[in-house]
C-alpha cells in the first residue's frame, strides 16, 4: 500500500518490488525524496481501495501532474498545454489527492490491523517519517484526523507489540505532543482527548507522564494563548493518575496560577477545581484547596465568584458533612447576596440540590460520568438528579473513593450511629482533629467577616439613595388607617418568620460556635448535631423566596428563578421530610399558580415523586386539588402528569381513584389534532391502571377509551391500544356479561368502511392468543367466526393479516385447544387463501409464490358492510 507523503508529488520510477526495502521514491516540490512504502507479502487489504495503489500508472493518474521524463545529465519536465479542459480536470484531481492526506489517520489504523491479523512485521521507522511529514502539514483536518486515530492504532500496537516495537514512546508520542502545542484549538482539544483516552486505558505510564507531558503542559501554562488548554489537561488528567503523582506534579503549578494576577487565569482555575478537589488527598485538600477555594470565592471579579459556584457542588461532594454545614452553607449563603445579579443566578440555581446533600436517607452523594448527581441509599439503591454544569466535571470523577482516604476512616459503628451524606472521615489522630478544628474556625472567621463586607458595601451604597436626598415631605396629614394597617402587617410577618425546621436536639448543637469548640468529630456529635437541625435554617429561606421571584430576583431574569425551585423541590422535600411540608406547602402552591407555563411542567412532571414521600394523606389533602387544575392546562403541562398518571394514582385512596375515572377522557382532546404521542402516551398509562380498578369501572370508563384508541389514525397509538385491550380482555374474563360486551364493540371494528379497523380486528385476535389473554373456547366462540369471515376480505392488507393470525397464532394451539370442527374450518380456509390472488397472502398462508393464473381464486365480492 503507498500512503501519500506530500500534496505536491510526482513518481519517479514504475518498478515494485515485492520484497525487501521499497526502491522507488517521489520527488516533492520542495526537492525532498520520499519513499514509497510498500507492504510486504501477504499483501494488505486496506479499505478505502481507492487509497491502495498497485502500480505506478494508478498512482500518476491521481497527481495533477505528467510523468518525470529522466534524462542522462539533465531533468526535464514536459511541458504541459494549459487549456480550459485540462485545467478543469486537474482541480478534482487535487481535491481527492487532497481529501485521501486527510484521511491519514483512517489509513493508519487500516494498515496496522491488517498487519497484526496477519502478523506482518511493518518497517516501523518508515512508515512513521512519512506519517511525521504528513503531520508537519498545517491543514486542521490532517490534525484532527490523526489525533482522533492514534488511540486506536496504540491499542492495535500495545496489543501485538512483538510486530511494531514501542512504537508510541518511539514515535506517535511525539506526534501527540506536537498537536497538544497546535495553534488550531480543535485539535488541541482532539489531542487532548487523545491523552486522556490513553491515560484510562493504562497506555501512558507515570514515568511518561511526569517526564514528557507535564513538560508540555507547563509549557502550555506559561502562555497567554495556550493558557486554558494546559489547566483543562491539567485538570482532567488529575483524576486518572492518582492522588500522589497530582500532588506531586500538578498541585504547586495549580496553585500559583489560582493566584495569578490575570482574573482569567484564576476563572479558569476556578472552574476547575472540582477535578482537582476529586484528585487529592483529605489532607492536602483541607489544607491546600479548600484555602484557596475560600479566597477565589472572595474574589473582586464577579466572573471568578460565579466560577466557583458552578463548581461548589462538585466541591461539596469532597467535603465532610461538617465542612460542607459549617463553612460551604456560609459560603452560598454570601453569594445568594452578592452584588452581581450573575452570581446570584448562579448561586439560587446550585441551593436546591446543594440543600438535598442533607438528606439523611443517604450515605454517599458524588456525580458521575453524566453529570448526575448520583445519591446512594442505606439500602445502596441509586436515586439521581440531574445537576447540569457543561465542562466542569471530569469523566472519571464520579463515585471515586480515592478522594476519601482509606486511612482516615473511623469503625463501621461510628458510621451507624449516625447520619450522614457521605462516609465521614474521623480523625484517629487527636492533633489532626485539632488542626482541622482551627482552621475550621479561621475559614469561618474569614467567611464571617467577607459578609459583613458586604453588608458594609451595601450600607454605604444605600446612603447614596436619591430618596433620603431628593424627598420632599407632603404637606398632608397621614391617613390612621394606613398607618395602623402597616403596624398590623409588620408584626403579623413578625409573627409569621418562625423556624421552618421542626427540631428535637439539644440546643448546644444547634449553634455553630458550639459546635466549632468540640475537641473531635466524633460520631455521637455528629448524630446530635444531624437531630437538631437537617439544613442550615438560612439556605431554606432563601430556597422558600425562590417561589415568589420578586423577593429574590432583583434585576435578574423572574422567570429563571422560580423555575429552578420547581426543579429542585421533589429533592428539598425529601430531605426535609414529610413532617415538614407544612413550611413548603406555601411555596409549592405558589409555583403550581406561576404565570410561567415551563414551572408548571416542571411541577407536572415531579408531582408524583413528592405524592410518594408525603404518603396518602398529605397527597389528598394539598396534592390532588394542584392535580386537577394540571389537568385543565396546557398540553406541555399536562403531558407532565400523564407520564405518571398510573404512578400517582396507586397512591390514592380507591375512593379518591375513582374520581379521575371520568377525567380520563380529557386527555383524549389536545390542544393540536396531531400530537399522536400524547394519545400513545394516555394508552401507556392506561395499560398500567387497569388493574387498579374493578371491572364494572373498568368496563364504564376505560373500555370506550381503549376501543377509540384502538381507531387511531396513527399506528403507534394502534399498536399500544393492541396491548391495552389485550389487558382488558384479561381483566374482565372473570365476569361473563361484560366480557361478551367487550366482544361485541370489538367485532364492531370489522363492520366499517374503513379497512385498517378492519385490520385491527386481525390484530387483536393475534395478540389475544399470544398473550394467553383468551381462552379457546371463548375464541372459537366469540372471535374466529368473524376472523374467517374478514379473511375474504377486498383489501389484500387486510387477508395478509388474517393469513398470518390463522397460521401463526392459531393453527399452532392445536385442535384441543381450538375444537376439532373449529380447526377443521380454519385448515379450509388457509386451504383458500394458498390460492389467493395477492401473492404475499399466499406466501404468508403456506402455498407457493408463482401460481398459474387460473388456479387463483377472486376474493368474494359482499364485504361486512354490505350489511349496512
Not at 484532527?144 to 518511539?170: A, K, Q, R
Given at each position: 500500500?503507498?500512503?501519500?507523503?506530500?500534496?505536491?508529488?510526482?513518481?519517479?520510477?514504475?518498478?515494485?518490488?515485492?520484497?525487501?526495502?521499497?526502491?522507488?521514491?517521489?520527488?516533492?516540490?520542495s526537492g525532498v525524496c520520499v519513499p514509497i512504502i510498500r507492504a510486504p507479502a501477504p499483501p494488505l487489504q486496506c479499505a478505502p481501495s481507492s487509497m491502495a495503489h498497485t502500480g505506478s500508472r494508478h498512482a500518476t493518474d491521481t497527481l495533477p501532474y505528467d510523468r518525470v521524463k529522466v534524462k542522462r545529465g539533465k531533468k526535464k519536465v514536459r511541458k504541459r498545454h494549459v487549456h480550459r479542459a485540462s485545467s478543469q480536470h486537474a482541480i478534482p484531481r487535487y481535491e481527492e489527492h487532497h481529501d485521501q492526506i486527510q484521511r491519514i489517520g483512517r489509513m493508519l489504523v487500516e494498515v496496522f490491523r491488517t498487519a497484526a491479523n496477519n502478523g506482518t512485521k511493518l518497517n516501523v521507522s518508515e512508515v512513521m517519517h512519512v506519517v511525521r511529514q504528513i503531520a508537519d502539514d498545517t491543514d486542521a483536518q490532517i490534525g484532527l484526523d490523526l489525533m482522533e486515530h492514534i488511540p486506536h492504532v496504540v491499542m492495535i500496537c500495545h496489543e501485538t507489540p512483538h510486530l511494531f516495537d514501542n512504537i508510541f514512546h518511539n514515535h506517535l508520542l511525539d506526534i501527540i505532543i506536537r498537536y497538544l502545542q497546535d495553534q488550531d484549538n480543535q485539535v488541541r482539544m482532539m489531542a487532548q482527548t487523545a491523552v486522556l483516552t490513553l491515560t484510562k486505558k493504562g497506555l501512558i505510564d507515570n514515568t511518561t507522564i511526569e517526564g514528557?507531558?507535564?513538560?508540555?503542559?507547563?509549557?502550555?501554562?506559561?502562555?497567554?494563548?495556550?493558557?486554558?488548554?494546559?489547566?483543562?489537561?491539567?485538570?482532567?488528567?488529575?483524576?486518572?493518575?492518582?492522588?500522589?503523582?497530582?500532588?506531586?506534579?500538578?498541585?504547586?503549578?495549580?496553585?500559583?496560577?489560582?493566584?495569578?494576577?490575570?482574573?482569567?487565569?484564576?476563572?479558569?482555575?476556578?472552574?476547575?477545581?472540582?477535578?482537582?478537589?476529586?484528585?487529592?488527598?483529605?489532607?492536602?485538600?483541607?489544607?491546600?484547596?479548600?484555602?484557596?477555594?475560600?479566597?477565589?470565592?472572595?474574589?473582586?471579579?464577579?466572573?471568578?465568584?460565579?466560577?466557583?459556584?458552578?463548581?461548589?457542588?462538585?466541591?461539596?461532594?469532597?467535603?465532610?458533612?461538617?465542612?460542607?454545614?459549617?463553612?460551604?452553607?456560609?459560603?452560598?449563603?454570601?453569594?445568594?447576596?452578592?452584588?452581581?445579579?450573575?452570581?446570584?443566578?448562579?448561586?439560587?440555581?446550585?441551593?436546591?440540590?446543594?440543600?438535598?446533600?442533607?438528606?439523611?436517607?443517604?450515605?454517599?452523594?458524588?456525580?458521575?460520568?453524566?453529570?448526575?448527581?448520583?445519591?446512594?441509599?442505606?439500602?445502596?439503591?441509586?436515586?439521581?438528579?440531574?445537576?447540569?454544569?457543561?465542562?466542569?466535571?471530569?469523566?472519571?470523577?464520579?463515585?471515586?473513593?480515592?478522594?476519601?482516604?482509606?486511612?482516615?476512616?473511623?469503625?463501621?459503628?461510628?458510621?451507624?450511629?449516625?447520619?450522614?451524606?457521605?462516609?465521614?472521615?474521623?480523625?484517629?489522630?487527636?492533633?489532626?482533629?485539632?488542626?482541622?478544628?482551627?482552621?475550621?474556625?479561621?475559614?469561618?472567621?474569614?467567611?464571617?467577616?467577607?459578609?459583613?463586607?458586604?453588608?458594609?458595601?451595601?450600607?454605604?451604597?444605600?446612603?447614596?439613595?436619591?430618596?433620603?436626598?431628593?424627598?420632599?415631605?407632603?404637606?398632608?396629614?397621614?391617613?390612621?388607617?394606613?398607618?395602623?394597617?402597616?403596624?398590623?402587617?409588620?408584626?403579623?410577618?413578625?409573627?409569621?418568620?418562625?423556624?421552618?425546621?421542626?427540631?428535637?436536639?439539644?440546643?448546644?448543637?444547634?449553634?455553630?460556635?458550639?459546635?466549632?469548640?468540640?475537641?473531635?468529630?466524633?460520631?455521637?456529635?455528629?448524630?446530635?448535631?444531624?437531630?437538631?437541625?437537617?439544613?442550615?435554617?438560612?439556605?431554606?429561606?432563601?430556597?422558600?423566596?425562590?417561589?415568589?421571584?420578586?423577593?429574590?430576583?432583583?434585576?435578574?431574569?423572574?422567570?429563571?428563578?422560580?423555575?429552578?425551585?420547581?426543579?429542585?423541590?421533589?429533592?428539598?422535600?425529601?430531605?426535609?421530610?414529610?413532617?415538614?411540608?407544612?413550611?413548603?406547602?406555601?411555596?409549592?402552591?405558589?409555583?403550581?399558580?406561576?404565570?410561567?407555563?415551563?414551572?408548571?411542567?416542571?411541577?407536572?412532571?415531579?408531582?408524583?415523586?413528592?405524592?410518594?414521600?408525603?404518603?396518602?394523606?398529605?397527597?389528598?389533602?394539598?396534592?390532588?386539588?394542584?392535580?386537577?387544575?394540571?389537568?385543565?392546562?396546557?398540553?406541555?403541562?399536562?403531558?407532565?402528569?400523564?407520564?405518571?398518571?398510573?404512578?400517582?394514582?396507586?397512591?390514592?385512596?380507591?375512593?379518591?381513584?375513582?374520581?379521575?375515572?371520568?377525567?380520563?377522557?380529557?386527555?383524549?382532546?389536545?390542544?393540536?389534532?396531531?400530537?399522536?404521542?400524547?394519545?400513545?402516551?394516555?394508552?401507556?398509562?392506561?395499560?398500567?391502571?387497569?388493574?387498579?380498578?374493578?371491572?364494572?369501572?373498568?368496563?364504564?370508563?376505560?373500555?370506550?377509551?381503549?376501543?377509540?384508541?384502538?381507531?387511531?389514525?396513527?399506528?403507534?397509538?394502534?399498536?399500544?391500544?393492541?396491548?391495552?385491550?389485550?389487558?382488558?380482555?384479561?381483566?374482565?374474563?372473570?365476569?361473563?356479561?361484560?366480557?361478551?360486551?367487550?366482544?361485541?364493540?370489538?367485532?364492531?371494528?370489522?363492520?366499517?368502511?374503513?379497512?385498517?379497523?378492519?385490520?385491527?380486528?386481525?390484530?387483536?385476535?393475534?395478540?389475544?392468543?399470544?398473550?394467553?389473554?383468551?381462552?379457546?373456547?371463548?375464541?372459537?366462540?366469540?372471535?374466529?367466526?368473524?376472523?374467517?369471515?374478514?379473511?375474504?376480505?377486498?383489501?389484500?392488507?387486510?387477508?395478509?393479516?388474517?393469513?398470518?393470525?390463522?397460521?401463526?397464532?392459531?393453527?399452532?394451539?392445536?385442535?384441543?385447544?381450538?375444537?376439532?370442527?373449529?380447526?377443521?374450518?380454519?385448515?379450509?380456509?388457509?386451504?383458500?387463501?394458498?390460492?389467493?390472488?395477492?401473492?404475499?397472502?399466499?406466501?404468508?398462508?403456506?402455498?407457493?409464490?408463482?401460481?398459474?393464473?387460473?388456479?387463483?381464486?377472486?376474493?368474494?365480492?359482499?364485504?361486512?358492510?354490505?350489511?349496512?
Amino acid at each position: 500500500m503507498a500512503l501519500v507523503a506530500s500534496r505536491y508529488t510526482t513518481e519517479r520510477h514504475s518498478t515494485m518490488e515485492t520484497s525487501g526495502p521499497p526502491q522507488e521514491v517521489r520527488h516533492t516540490c520542495s526537492g525532498v525524496c520520499v519513499p514509497i512504502i510498500r507492504a510486504p507479502a501477504p499483501p494488505l487489504q486496506c479499505a478505502p481501495s481507492s487509497m491502495a495503489h498497485t502500480g505506478s500508472r494508478h498512482a500518476t493518474d491521481t497527481l495533477p501532474y505528467d510523468r518525470v521524463k529522466v534524462k542522462r545529465g539533465k531533468k526535464k519536465v514536459r511541458k504541459r498545454h494549459v487549456h480550459r479542459a485540462s485545467s478543469q480536470h486537474a482541480i478534482p484531481r487535487y481535491e481527492e489527492h487532497h481529501d485521501q492526506i486527510q484521511r491519514i489517520g483512517r489509513m493508519l489504523v487500516e494498515v496496522f490491523r491488517t498487519a497484526a491479523n496477519n502478523g506482518t512485521k511493518l518497517n516501523v521507522s518508515e512508515v512513521m517519517h512519512v506519517v511525521r511529514q504528513i503531520a508537519d502539514d498545517t491543514d486542521a483536518q490532517i490534525g484532527l484526523d490523526l489525533m482522533e486515530h492514534i488511540p486506536h492504532v496504540v491499542m492495535i500496537c500495545h496489543e501485538t507489540p512483538h510486530l511494531f516495537d514501542n512504537i508510541f514512546h518511539n514515535h506517535l508520542l511525539d506526534i501527540i505532543i506536537r498537536y497538544l502545542q497546535d495553534q488550531d484549538n480543535q485539535v488541541r482539544m482532539m489531542a487532548q482527548t487523545a491523552v486522556l483516552t490513553l491515560t484510562k486505558k493504562g497506555l501512558i505510564d507515570n514515568t511518561t507522564i511526569e517526564g514528557k507531558l507535564c513538560p508540555v503542559i507547563e509549557t502550555l501554562c506559561t502562555s497567554i494563548d495556550l493558557l486554558n488548554s494546559g489547566i483543562s489537561l491539567m485538570c482532567k488528567m488529575a483524576p486518572l493518575i492518582g492522588k500522589e503523582l497530582t500532588e506531586k506534579i500538578f498541585l504547586d503549578r495549580y496553585i500559583a496560577l489560582c493566584e495569578d494576577k490575570e482574573f482569567y487565569t484564576r476563572k479558569f482555575c476556578a472552574s476547575h477545581l472540582g477535578e482537582l478537589c476529586a484528585a487529592v488527598g483529605r489532607k492536602t485538600l483541607f489544607r491546600k484547596l479548600f484555602p484557596i477555594f475560600v479566597d477565589l470565592c472572595s474574589d473582586k471579579v464577579w466572573g471568578v465568584r460565579k466560577a466557583c459556584v458552578d463548581v461548589m457542588m462538585p466541591v461539596s461532594c469532597c467535603m465532610t458533612l461538617q465542612h460542607r454545614r459549617l463553612l460551604l452553607a456560609e459560603l452560598l449563603a454570601t453569594h445568594l447576596n452578592d452584588e452581581s445579579k450573575w452570581v446570584r443566578m448562579s448561586a439560587f440555581q446550585i441551593l436546591g440540590p446543594f440543600i438535598s446533600t442533607f438528606a439523611k436517607q443517604f450515605t454517599e452523594v458524588t456525580y458521575n460520568q453524566h453529570g448526575e448527581l448520583v445519591f446512594t441509599s442505606q439500602q445502596d439503591n441509586r436515586f439521581s438528579i440531574r445537576y447540569s454544569y457543561e465542562g466542569i466535571f471530569p469523566t472519571k470523577c464520579a463515585i471515586r473513593s480515592h478522594t476519601l482516604d482509606m486511612e482516615d476512616h473511623s469503625s463501621k459503628d461510628n458510621f451507624n450511629s449516625s447520619v450522614i451524606i457521605q462516609k465521614p472521615i474521623l480523625e484517629d489522630d487527636e492533633d489532626e482533629s485539632q488542626e482541622d478544628i482551627s482552621t475550621m474556625r479561621a475559614y469561618k472567621s474569614k467567611i464571617q467577616r467577607k459578609q459583613l463586607k458586604n453588608d458594609q458595601t451595601l450600607d454605604h451604597t444605600e446612603n447614596f439613595n436619591s430618596f433620603l436626598y431628593y424627598y420632599v415631605e407632603p404637606d398632608l396629614p397621614l391617613d390612621d388607617e394606613l398607618v395602623e394597617a402597616a403596624r398590623r402587617s409588620a408584626a403579623q410577618n413578625n409573627v409569621d418568620r418562625k423556624p421552618l425546621i421542626s427540631t428535637t436536639a439539644s440546643s448546644k448543637a444547634s449553634s455553630l460556635d458550639a459546635a466549632l469548640k468540640e475537641d473531635k468529630y466524633a460520631a455521637d456529635d455528629i448524630k446530635n448535631f444531624n437531630d437538631q437541625e437537617i439544613v442550615p435554617q438560612h439556605l431554606i429561606d432563601s430556597f422558600l423566596s425562590m417561589a415568589e421571584p420578586e423577593q429574590c430576583s432583583g434585576d435578574m431574569s423572574p422567570g429563571d428563578i422560580p423555575h429552578h425551585c420547581a426543579f429542585s423541590f421533589p429533592a428539598v422535600v425529601l430531605t426535609l421530610g414529610r413532617e415538614n411540608w407544612p413550611y413548603l406547602k406555601q411555596a409549592y402552591q405558589s409555583l403550581a399558580s406561576a404565570n410561567q407555563w415551563k414551572v408548571r411542567r416542571t411541577l407536572a412532571s415531579s408531582i408524583h415523586e413528592i405524592a410518594i414521600i408525603l404518603g396518602e394523606e398529605l397527597t389528598i389533602a394539598d396534592l390532588v386539588p394542584i392535580y386537577d387544575g394540571f389537568i385543565k392546562d396546557l398540553d406541555e403541562v399536562r403531558i407532565g402528569i400523564l407520564k405518571h398518571l398510573a404512578t400517582f394514582l396507586k397512591i390514592l385512596k380507591p375512593a379518591v381513584r375513582l374520581q379521575y375515572l371520568p377525567k380520563l377522557r380529557e386527555f383524549l382532546t389536545t390542544d393540536n389534532e396531531w400530537n399522536w404521542r400524547f394519545r400513545e402516551e394516555l394508552a401507556t398509562q392506561l395499560l398500567d391502571i387497569v388493574n387498579l380498578f374493578d371491572p364494572v369501572d373498568v368496563t364504564r370508563f376505560i373500555v370506550e377509551l381503549a376501543i377509540d384508541l384502538l381507531r387511531d389514525k396513527y399506528a403507534a397509538v394502534r399498536h399500544v391500544a393492541l396491548s391495552l385491550v389485550t389487558q382488558i380482555v384479561a381483566h374482565l374474563s372473570n365476569d361473563r356479561r361484560l366480557e361478551k360486551g367487550l366482544f361485541r364493540k370489538l367485532k364492531c371494528l370489522v363492520f366499517t368502511r374503513n379497512w385498517v379497523r378492519r385490520q385491527m380486528f386481525a390484530f387483536v385476535c393475534a395478540n389475544l392468543i399470544s398473550k394467553n389473554a383468551i381462552s379457546g373456547y371463548k375464541f372459537s366462540q366469540e372471535m374466529l367466526p368473524t376472523l374467517l369471515q374478514i379473511s375474504s376480505d377486498k383489501v389484500p392488507n387486510v387477508r395478509l393479516v388474517v393469513a398470518r393470525t390463522l397460521s401463526k397464532n392459531v393453527i399452532p394451539m392445536g385442535s384441543e385447544w381450538l375444537g376439532v370442527k373449529q380447526a377443521e374450518e380454519v385448515e379450509n380456509r388457509l386451504r383458500e387463501m394458498r390460492l389467493d390472488p395477492d401473492r404475499d397472502v399466499r406466501v404468508i398462508a403456506g402455498g407457493e409464490e408463482n401460481v398459474p393464473s387460473d388456479m387463483l381464486l377472486p376474493p368474494k365480492t359482499k364485504q361486512p358492510w354490505d350489511i349496512f
